[in-house]
C-alpha cells in the first residue's frame, strides 16, 4: 500500500551497486530523509516503514520466547554478548 501518492518499492527496482554504493557512503547510517531521497519516498514514509518493520519483528521476537532482555543493547556489542562480557 502506498502513501501520499508514491508507488510501490519492491527490492527489485532498486539496482544492487545504487544500494550498495549508498550503504558504502553512510557507513553510521543514514537520516530518513537520506533513504527517502534514495527511494522516492518522503521521511514520514521511511519512518512509517521503520515503525512497521521494527513491530514485526518484535512479534516475531515474542513468538519465539524472546525478551527484548535478551537483545544486545547499544552499548553491548553481539560479540561481547556471545563471549559471554
Known amino acids: 500500500m502506498a502513501y501520499y501518492n508514491e508507488p510501490e518499492l519492491e527490492e527489485a527496482d532498486l539496482p544492487t ?3 550498495d ?8 547510517g ?3 530523509e ?8 518522503t521521511p ?3 519512518r512509517q516503514i521503520v515503525y512497521l518493520a521494527l513491530g514485526k519483528a518484535l512479534k516475531k521476537c515474542h513468538a519465539c520466547g524472546i525478551d527484548l532482555d535478551d537483545l544486545p543493547s547499544e552499548r553491548t ?3 561481547d554478548r556471545i563471549a559471554g562480557n
Open 17 to 19: 551497486e545504487l544500494v
Open 21 to 28: 554504493a549508498f550503504v558504502e557512503a553512510h557507513p553510521s
Open 30 to 32: 543514514a537520516t530518513y
Open 34 to 41: 537520506e533513504i527517502g531521497g534514495l527511494l522516492g519516498c
Open 44 to 46: 514520514e514514509r521511511i
Open 77 to 79: 556489542s553481539i560479540w
